[in-house]
């Protein structure tokens, strides 16, 4: 019989979700229900509200949030932008991301633990039901490493078919921030071949849901997202962290151990145990699988179960709590931390402008997005009245939530005059573009050699909307 060949250990682990034998490592960790996470649950269930509730909120007859990549529109909260607001749309996202250096600057990984998705979702809907169905943390392993007997088939079909209904679910509130659920209901009633487009992307999008808080959970955290590595450039000595107190906890020693020391005098040169007992609770409640009492480390997503299963061992061994705590790398080594410091105000002030920026944009932005240009073709033409005239393009956008009229008009120079190719007034709908053309035609002896500049404006319901300017071309 031919034996398999030895597995090769690595010496050391790599990341907390892979055995030395390159295998996955699966979590099972045990939640401490202290004030912490209390505190979270309350946050996450109020998180998970606004998200589900958010798309069927609307302002000023559009949804809340509308990212329709389709028509290129996007909708924040009753202002929608287009891709012509570029500066508007780049101000924006600037505002995101310096609001993202600046929190973490702060506050270190709190968002991680406290208010993304991926840790939200995971730990306050789909590891509780798996506990409800599969049982705690150890009944689960011993599962996962059984036979395949008839009640863990049981068990596990229960459990994914639950998470199959709820990743479903997830799928379509997550699609409708892009297509609304008006649009998204009447695709639903809709057979596959009338919609065979949404049936696909709602099979892509409930998989990868699915697949990522069925089967990936904390590799998204450790593995995939980005941010764990961005954390080491936009946090420093003074940002908050979560913690172990070295100072405090050091020389570890179980309640066994210190019982055989019996007696420790201080005075004769006898080191003390620290106030860690070695538990080693705070590993078994960490959800990426880390040992807190290491430093800090890039799988930790501050989502202070350490600080809750710490906090409930203090008490029982009649020690202070906060061996495990927010804190800062100075304020463990006994340094002041400091709040204002340079990389502080420089991401406040920026963000100050920044935001100012673009509340100013906001404000000074008009109804009617207007893009004047040029027609194709030749510069400009002689009627067989002898007048010069000027064909122009207009791109116009309604930025209202109604559809509205509007007239053309020259304002400058006076004896200039317009006419609108198509229909006048111009239909305006709510959000759409229209594009027309115009023909401006001059009288020769009005027109000084070679041009000269012309003001337009556009009104609806007598008022004056937008007074584009383009300069006429005639001859030398």
Same mark, same amino acid.
């Given at each position: /019989?031919?034996?398999?060949?030895?597995?090769?250990?690595?010496?050391?682990?790599?990341? &907390?979700t892979?055995?030395?034998d *390159?295998?996955?490592?699966?979590m099972?960790?045990t939640?401490?229900? *202290?004030? #912490?996470?209390?505190?979270?649950q309350?946050?996450?269930w $109020?998180l998970?509200a606004?998200?589900?509730?958010l798309?069927w909120v609307?302002?000023?007859?559009?949804p809340?949030?509308? %990212?329709?990549i389709?028509?290129r529109?996007?909708t924040?909260f009753?202002?929608?932008?287009?891709?012509?607001?570029t500066l508007?749309?780049?101000?924006?996202?600037?505002t995101?991301?310096?609001?993202?250096?600046?929190?973490?600057?702060?506050?270190?990984r709190?968002?991680?633990?406290?208010?993304?998705?991926?840790t939200v979702?995971?730990?306050?809907?789909y590891?509780p039901i798996e506990?409800l169905?599969?049982g705690?943390e150890?009944?689960?392993r011993?599962?996962?490493?059984?036979?395949?007997?008839r009640?863990? /088939?049981?068990?596990?079909?229960?459990?994914?078919?639950?998470?199959?209904?709820?990743? +479903?679910?997830? $799928?379509? &509130?997550?699609?409708?921030y892009?297509v609304?659920?008006?649009?998204l209901?009447?695709?639903? *009633?809709?057979?596959?071949a009338? =919609?065979?487009?949404?049936?696909?992307?709602?099979?892509?999008?409930t998989a990868?849901?699915?697949f990522?808080?069925?089967?990936?959970r904390?590799?998204?955290?450790t593995i995939t997202?980005?941010?764990?590595?961005f954390?080491?450039?936009?946090?420093?000595?003074?940002?908050?962290?979560?913690?172990?107190?070295?100072?405090?906890?050091?020389?570890r020693?179980? =309640?066994?151990a210190? #019982?055989?020391?019996g007696?420790? @005098?201080l005075?004769?040169g006898?080191?003390?145990?620290g106030?860690?007992?070695?538990?080693?609770?705070?590993?078994?409640?960490c959800? &990426?699988?880390?040992?807190?009492r290491?430093?800090?480390? /890039?799988?930790?997503v =501050?989502c202070?179960?350490?600080?809750?299963a710490? @906090?409930?061992?203090?008490d029982?061994?009649?020690k202070?709590?906060?061996?495990i705590?927010?804190?800062?790398e100075n304020?463990?080594?006994?340094?002041?931390?400091r709040?204002?410091?340079?990389r502080v %105000?420089?991401?406040?002030?920026i963000?100050?402008?920044?935001?100012a920026?673009?509340?100013g944009?906001?404000?000074n932005?008009?109804?009617?997005e207007?893009?004047?240009?040029?027609?194709? *073709?030749?510069?400009y033409?002689?009627?067989?009245?002898g007048?010069?005239? @000027?064909? +122009?393009?207009?791109?116009?956008?309604?930025?209202? =939530?109604?559809?509205?009229?509007a007239?053309v008009?020259v304002?400058?120079?006076?004896?200039?005059?317009v006419q609108?190719?198509?229909?006048?007034?111009?239909?305006?709908?709510?959000?759409?573009?229209?594009?027309i053309e115009?023909?401006?035609?001059?009288?020769?002896?009005?027109?000084?050699?070679?041009g000269?500049?012309?003001t337009l404006?556009?009104?609806?319901?007598g008022?004056v909307?937008?007074?584009?300017?383009?300069?006429? /071309?005639?001859?030398q």
């Amino acid at each position: /019989m031919n034996t398999p060949p030895p597995v090769l250990e690595s010496p050391e682990a790599v990341l &907390t979700t892979l055995g030395r034998d *390159g295998k996955r490592r699966w979590m099972y960790p045990t939640p401490s229900k *202290g004030s #912490k996470y209390r505190a979270r649950q309350v946050l996450g269930w $109020a998180l998970i509200a606004f998200f589900v509730g958010l798309p069927w909120v609307k302002i000023g007859g559009r949804p809340a949030i509308l %990212l329709d990549i389709a028509a290129r529109e996007f909708t924040f909260f009753g202002l929608t932008l287009h891709p012509t607001d570029t500066l508007l749309l780049m101000v924006f996202l600037l505002t995101v991301l310096l609001s993202v250096f600046f929190v973490t600057a702060l506050f270190g990984r709190v968002w991680c633990g406290w208010g993304c998705p991926q840790t939200v979702y995971l730990e306050f809907v789909y590891r509780p039901i798996e506990r409800l169905i599969e049982g705690k943390e150890g009944a689960r392993r011993k599962l996962d490493q059984g036979p395949w007997t008839r009640e863990k /088939m049981i068990r596990k079909g229960l459990k994914y078919g639950v998470f199959l209904l709820i990743s +479903l679910f997830l $799928a379509h &509130t997550f699609v409708a921030y892009f297509v609304g659920w008006e649009r998204l209901l009447e695709w639903m *009633g809709k057979s596959p071949a009338e =919609a065979p487009g949404y049936f696909v992307m709602m099979i892509l999008t409930t998989a990868l849901v699915y697949f990522d808080f069925g089967f990936f959970r904390e590799q998204m955290c450790t593995i995939t997202c980005p941010y764990a590595r961005f954390q080491s450039v936009l946090m420093d000595r003074n940002s908050l962290i979560v913690s172990y107190d070295p100072n405090r906890g050091e020389p570890r020693g179980t =309640a066994r151990a210190r #019982k055989q020391a019996g007696p420790l @005098n201080l005075e004769d040169g006898t080191v003390s145990f620290g106030d860690c007992v070695d538990c080693g609770a705070c590993v078994r409640t960490c959800p &990426t699988g880390i040992d807190i009492r290491e430093g800090l480390q /890039m799988e930790c997503v =501050a989502c202070t179960q350490c600080i809750d299963a710490c @906090n409930e061992i203090m008490d029982a061994v009649d020690k202070p709590r906060g061996l495990i705590r927010f804190t800062s790398e100075n304020a463990l080594d006994q340094k002041p931390t400091r709040v204002a410091r340079p990389r502080v %105000l420089a991401y406040g002030v920026i963000l100050v402008l920044l935001s100012a920026t673009f509340v100013g944009l906001v404000i000074n932005r008009g109804p009617l997005e207007v893009d004047l240009a040029r027609a194709s *073709g030749t510069t400009y033409q002689i009627t067989n009245d002898g007048d010069v005239a @000027n064909r +122009l393009r207009f791109r116009l956008r309604n930025r209202t =939530a109604e559809e509205v009229h509007a007239e053309v008009r020259v304002v400058s120079p006076e004896a200039a005059s317009v006419q609108v190719v198509g229909q006048h007034p111009i239909l305006l709908p709510a959000g759409d573009p229209v594009r027309i053309e115009v023909w401006i035609t001059m009288p020769p002896e009005e027109m000084p050699s070679g041009g000269m500049p012309l003001t337009l404006e556009l009104v609806v319901d007598g008022e004056v909307w937008a007074t584009p300017s383009i300069g006429l /071309m005639g001859p030398q």
